[in-house]
């Protein structure tokens, strides 16, 4: 299991500063080594630099690139997918950050994936689009329990969660936010977001995956992320995408 499960001690005081380092530092990334390894300066760099380049220049508006690039006898395929509320000057910063930290971090690596608060970079050296990606996925929590009954909480993050599922897979940036009221000074916000290479159907079933597996990693606190290669789901208890 290559699964992870991040922890981060975030407080409401300390929620400004902690968003600032989120957003500039991965928030974690796998290197793939089951395709083996390349050696530098060889063609496979050269592709590799060649897809990177291909997958920052050609985000779409909806924050979304995918690209493939072969020079023989290297194929490499690549996705890069920007958090649906974050623009495109950002969105650009964001993927090329993570094109160079990828490079520094799984150098000679056939396949990565990277995460950070505000895009995903995925690539590898065979085709992977439109399949669902069970492998490379990280919890991200907040340690605090909830005050309310965790039980109700969990079946209310569920409800909220499970509607912006069914919202993200009929739109065309594969991406919903809401929020629910919870009580008379609480409400619990979400979101769901897909790579957009994923079929509706497939979209749908990836976003209750994750979210069949909150209870396990993150029962009763007070927010939770799954972020896994082809989608992932967000509850907090505050307002966290700009709308
Ligand atoms: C592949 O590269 C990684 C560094 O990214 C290294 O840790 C690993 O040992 C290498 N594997 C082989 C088989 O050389
Ligand atoms: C949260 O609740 C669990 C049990 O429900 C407890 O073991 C844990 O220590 C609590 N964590 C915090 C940070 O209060």
Redo the contacts with the bound molecule.
């Keep these: 299991m290559s699964n992870i499960h991040i922890t981060y001690f975030i407080f409401t005081f300390l929620l400004q500063s902690s968003l600032r380092v989120l957003a500039i530092h991965p928030l974690y990334h796998f290197?793939s080594?089951t395709s083996?390894?390349f050696t530098s300066n060889t063609i496979y760099e050269k592709n590799l630099n060649a897809l990177l380049g291909a997958l920052e220049r050609d985000i779409s508006p909806l924050g979304f690139s995918r690209a493939v690039s072969r020079m023989h006898p290297s194929w490499f395929f690549g996705i890069a997918l920007c958090r649906g509320d974050v623009k495109s000057s950002k969105c650009n910063a964001c993927v090329r950050d993570a094109s160079i930290e990828l490079r520094k971090?799984?150098?000679?690596?056939k396949g990565a994936t990277i995460w950070y608060d505000n895009c995903l970079l995925k690539y590898l050296d065979q085709s992977f689009f439109g399949k669902i990606d069970t492998k490379n996925k990280i919890y991200l929590l907040n340690v605090a329990n909830v005050s309310h009954d965790p039980n109700v909480f969990n079946q209310n993050v569920k409800t909220l969660l499970s509607k912006l599922a069914l919202e993200s897979a009929k739109t065309k940036e594969f991406f919903s936010f809401g929020k629910m009221k919870l009580d008379a000074f609480t409400n619990l916000y979400g979101s769901t977001q897909c790579t957009q290479d994923l079929t509706n159907k497939a979209c749908k079933f990836c976003l209750d995956e994750a979210i069949r597996e909150l209870p396990n990693c993150c029962y009763g606190k007070r927010g939770a992320r799954v972020m896994g290669g082809s989608c992932n789901v967000r509850y907090e208890l505050y307002p966290f995408v700009n709308s």
């Design positions: 290197c080594s083996g390894n971090s799984c150098p000679y690596n």
